[in-house]
Structures are given as structure tokens and as C-alpha cells.
């Protein structure tokens, strides 16, 4: 089961589990990770799953679609190279540990 | 109450499984639409699969198995219709939506086009309008102090932008309104409301026909971006006018139905509305929370495709399953307190847009109509209160009010 460490922008860090194909925003959510929103419910249309992606693990992810990059642009909060929708990164066993930052706000 | 469960004897017309909780309430019945909560209980508690002996059909009313059902359409399929009629047995009334009455992959292109027109990205530029006609909205009945919140407000206010938005002519507009009626009364079962619905429709249903139509459309509105679309191939000039449809059907009452719940909501609880007031950024999930609480779209059917197992019970091919979306978003399984309205809950996974891959295309649309209609009461109303009867609507879809009299007060 890969895991997740979210770090919230206090500093909080929160590891969870993810089981295999699902999106890094569905197991936030399903976990209750405050700070992930996830309106659309993962559709790539409400930019509020919007995480940093930490350095390390930004080239390891599938590249990014252009529907999710149209819509990082309209993200609450500011946009940064290491930008992306959480509901668009499958979890596989390539990902465990990954380590995603939460932005201080989703709208 | 008179929600019964049997487990003993079978209805021999429908053949109620054996083992299936089997229940004889009608949730299309005006006893229903006047206090579906004690009825919605009784579903949750009768067990995780259920069998409604009235209309022949499964019901799921838990939030485990409504989500479960919603996110796997392949099983539980959406293209013999969405309501109690199977396409696959009987003619639907109007041609088939393509986007709502649809599977993948035939859906998953229509769709795409769809996030695309109403995503975050398209709402920004709205944003400023929507929030200063809410503002002269919200001015104007605070100048009035005494009128109806259904049709003053949860209706007038959508009705000044949606339109608008889409590129709809001003002729005719007074067909939306009766059309998504129509639409949503369809879905439910052959009663009085939906014989009746249908039999008034031709003059609804020729307006929207001709609203679809390129011509028609205002450039810059959503309904010109569908067409355009067309012209870059993404879909077929002759499917473009039926995706205008679904933005005619979907995105007018649905939102008046949302913004009266969320109305009705702060008049009933007064604490909530202060904290609404004393913080006008918690516009957003107030809303949301009035979608979980009175969830104004209440069922959805779907159909099986293969023989499935949900729960423990065995349902076969080509069986009708009923989603209560208004008892999951307050199954105590799922939800604390789930019989109160809180506008500080984190509302994520509530299931009143749905779920999945057809949860609801217009959401950011309606939630931006919403908030910016909740903001503009938080800064500017001090109090609210109920001044006669509250009457409720029927309809064998949505949930709300046909009439709310209140007064307001300046903060
Ligand atoms: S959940 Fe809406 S864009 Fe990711």
C-alpha cells in the first residue's frame, strides 16, 4: 500500500494510506485530510485539490494534461512550478512516500 | 409513520427477492415530498439493499451503497435512463440525453466538453457580474422588507444570470422553468404529476428545441462555446444542440431549488446565520451544507447491467436500483449530527451533486450562484424571519418550496 505525507501549511505533517489506482485526492479525502477539497469530486473542473508536489517526486509523476494545467492557472491559491491536481496523480507502488504540500486555501 | 418492514411475505407482481428488506412506502408519493426524513430512516435501517414493493425496484438509502452505486457505472448504468423507465424496454419521452443518459465512452466525450465549459477556469470571469446583481438582489428586497424568498429571490436571482449566461434570447424565458419541471417530473414513476407534466410539455419542449439551435445562442454564452466545440471537432454538429439541452434542463431549477434550501435553512436557524454574518467567507459551504441538508435533488435511478452483488444481496441483470441522495447525505454511518445544519461542516463526499463520473457537470455554476447570493445576505441582512405558511412543491425528483413569505432586516 503506497503512503502519502501531506504537509499542511502550518507545518503539520499527516501520513496516509493509499490503496493502489486510486487518486491522491481520493484517499485525502477519504481519510479526512483537512485542506483538500475536492468539489468536482476528482472530474479536473474545480481546481480545489490543487498540492505542491515536493521536489523529489515532481518528476516521477505522469505528465500533467492539459485540462489540469488550464485549470491550475484559475487555483485559489498561487500557482507554482511544482503545481498539481491531486484527484489527477494514481497512486501506484512508484509513488510510495510521496510527499505532497497543501496551499493555504482551496477557494 | 407508516414505513413498514417485512422480510416474510413476497410480492408476487414484482417478485420481491427472497431475503431483501421489502417496504411498502412510495417515494413518490405526497406524503413523501411533505417529511421524507422518518421514511428515509426507516429505508437506512431496513438494511443496505432494500426492495420498494410500490414500483418493482431496489433502493439503496445508506451512503455507503448510494456511492458505491454512483462510482461504478459500468455496473449500474445510466443509458436505459435514469429514472424508473428502462430505455432498454420502453421508448423514452424525449431523445436521449447524451451526456446524463449515457456510459463511457460514449460519455466520457460529451463530458469532457462540458468540464471544460463550466470548470473553475470558465467561472472566474462570471464571478464579478454574478456577485453584483446578488448585491442589487439582496439591495432591492431589503428595500421591499416583506416578500416570498421561492419565487422573489431563489427564483428571481437565477433566472437574472443563468439565461444570460448560457446566451438565451429574452423571448420565451418563461418556459425554463416549467421545462426543467417537466424534466426532473419525468424521471419518476407513471403518477398524476408525471402524466401530467408530460401531457403540457409540446409548448415547453418546442421552445427549447429552438433555443439549442446555433442561431439562437449569444456569442460569448455557454451555449455558443458548445457549438464551437462542434467546430473544432470535439463533438458533432448535430450533438451540439443536445448538450445545450442538458444545460437547459439542469442548470436553472436546480440551482432556484438550491438557493431556497439555502434560504430556508438560515431563516430556520438563526445561530447559523450569525455565523454566516459574523464571517460572509463561510458563504461557499453554507450553501454546500443546504445541498447536503435538504438535498434538493433527492433520487436517481440506475440500471444493472450484469447480475452484481451489493451488500450481500444478489441483484440481477437489467434491474432498476433507486438512490435516495437525500438519506445518504444524512446517514448518521456517515454524517455527525447529521440532522443539523452547520455551516462550519466539512461537507467533502456529501452526495448532493452525486458522485463519480456524472456528478453534477454544472456544480461550479450553480455553487458560484450560491455563495455569491449567500455572501451578499451575510453583509447585508441582519435578521430573517418566516412571516406565513411555508407550502412545499412536488416533484418527483427535486425537493423544495413552492412558497416561503419572510421579512428582512438591514444588519
Ligand atoms: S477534485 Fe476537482 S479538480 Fe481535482
Known sequence: MPSITFIHPDGRQ??????????????????????????????????????????????????????????????????????RLSCQIKLGADLDGLVLRLPDRQT | ??????????????????????????????????????????L??????????????????RYAEVHAVLNDPMTFCSSRGVGLSDFAKEKAWRPQSIILEADPPAHTRTRAVLNQILSATAMKPLRSHFTALAE???????????????????????????????????????NLLPYASLVFNAFGPPNQLRQEAIERSAPHQAYVAEQCQRENLAPGGF????????????????EAPL?????????????????????????????????????????????????????????????????????????????????FLGAANRDPRRWERADSYDIT????????????????????????????????????VGKIEITGPVKRRYNNTLRGLESLPITISPA
Not at chain 1, 73 to 80: F, I, L, N, V
Not at chain 2, 145 to 164: C, H, K, Q, R, W
Not at chain 2, 345 to 371: D, K, N, P, Y
Request: aromatic residues 6%; contains cysteine; charged residues 25%.
Open chain 1, 14 to 83: 499527516q501520513r496516509i494510506d493509499a490503496s493502489h489506482g486510486e487518486s491522491a485526492m481520493q484517499a485525502a479525502t477519504r481519510q479526512d485530510v483537512s485542506g483538500i477539497l475536492a468539489e468536482c469530486g476528482g472530474s479536473a473542473m474545480c481546481a480545489t485539490c490543487h498540492v505542491y508536489v515536493d521536489d523529489d517526486w515532481l518528476a516521477r509523476l505522469p505528465a500533467m494534461g492539459d485540462d489540469e494545467d488550464a485549470l491550475l492557472d484559475g487555483a485559489a491559491a498561487e500557482r507554482q512550478a511544482n503545481s
Open chain 2, 1 to 42: 409513520m407508516s414505513a413498514t418492514s417485512r422480510t416474510d411475505s413476497v410480492t408476487p407482481e414484482h417478485g420481491a427477492p427472497a431475503g431483501v428488506p421489502h417496504l411498502d412506502v412510495d417515494p413518490f408519493s405526497t406524503e413523501f415530498f411533505e417529511e421524507p426524513h422518518p421514511i428515509h430512516e426507516a
Open chain 2, 44 to 61: 437506512r435501517e431496513a438494511g443496505p439493499v432494500v426492495w420498494l414493493d410500490k414500483w418493482g425496484v431496489y433502493g439503496v438509502a
Open chain 2, 136 to 174: 442589487a438582489k439582496a439591495d432591492e428586497l431589503l428595500a421591499r422588507g416583506g416578500f416570498d424568498a421561492i419565487t422573489d429571490l431563489a427564483e428571481a436571482y437565477p433566472l437574472s444570470v443563468f439565461p444570460d449566461a448560457l446566451g438565451l434570447k429574452q423571448e420565451g424565458r418563461e
Open chain 2, 223 to 238: 451555449g455558443a462555446c458548445i457549438h464551437a466545440r462542434a467546430d473544432a471537432g470535439d463533438i458533432t454538429h448535430e
Open chain 2, 243 to 323: 448538450l445545450v439541452r442538458s444545460l437547459l434542463s439542469a442548470g436553472l431549477d436546480t440551482t432556484v431549488y438550491g438557493i431556497g434550501a439555502a434560504v430556508y435553512c438560515l431563516a430556520r436557524f438563526p445561530d447559523q446565520l450569525a455565523k454566516l454574518r459574523s464571517d460572509p467567507t463561510l458563504a461557499r459551504n453554507a450553501f454546500e451544507e443546504a445541498i447536503r441538508f435538504e438535498s434538493p435533488v433527492q433520487t436517481f435511478f440506475r440500471t444493472t447491467t450484469r447480475e452484481v452483488e451489493l451488500s450481500g444481496h444478489r441483484i440481477g441483470e437489467g434491474e432498476k436500483v433507486l438512490m
Open chain 2, 345 to 380: 461542516r466539512r461537507t467533502t463526499g456529501h452526495v448532493g451533486f452525486g458522485s463519480g463520473i456524472h456528478m453534477c457537470v454544472g456544480q461550479l455554476v450553480a455553487r458560484l450562484e450560491g455563495e455569491v447570493m449567500l455572501a451578499a445576505i451575510a453583509r447585508k
